[in-house]
């Protein structure tokens, strides 16, 4: 199992970024996906997770309306599309296999920084 994250980087408040999560080594569309983030000095925050065929979603309030979580099954892809980014944003982010308890599987995660 391999997860490899991309898309981070610096970005000015009220920006956009998208994440990307590719993922080998199983079978992706069988599968949950979650984003989980951690800001520097904290724990882990759950950010968001998808199902298996991408049709239902679900956000942690602190991002509901500004994030969509997305899926491409037929690229092995998992997308985090963020936008009205504010500097409480900044952390490093990780894809997941599965959601909730069952995640078990972790890429290395890709910094995004929001700053002026």
């Known amino acids: 199992v391999q997860l490899v994250e991309s898309g981070g980087g610096l970005v000015q408040p009220g920006g956009s970024l998208r994440l990307s999560c590719a993922a080998s080594g199983f079978t992706f569309s069988s599968l949950y996906m979650s984003w989980v983030r951690q800001a520097p000095g904290k724990g882990l925050e759950w950010v968001s997770d998808?199902?298996?065929?991408?049709?239902?979603?679900s956000y942690a309030d602190s991002v509901k309306g500004r994030f969509t979580i997305s899926r491409d099954n037929a690229k092995n892809t998992l997308y985090l599309q963020m936008n009205s980014l504010k500097p409480e944003d900044t952390a490093l982010y990780y894809c997941?296999?599965?959601?909730?308890?069952?995640?078990?599987?972790w890429g290395q995660g890709t910094q995004v920084t929001v700053s002026s």
């Open positions: 997941a296999r599965g959601a909730g308890s069952t995640k078990d599987y």
């Open positions: 998808i199902n298996n065929s991408g049709g239902s979603t």
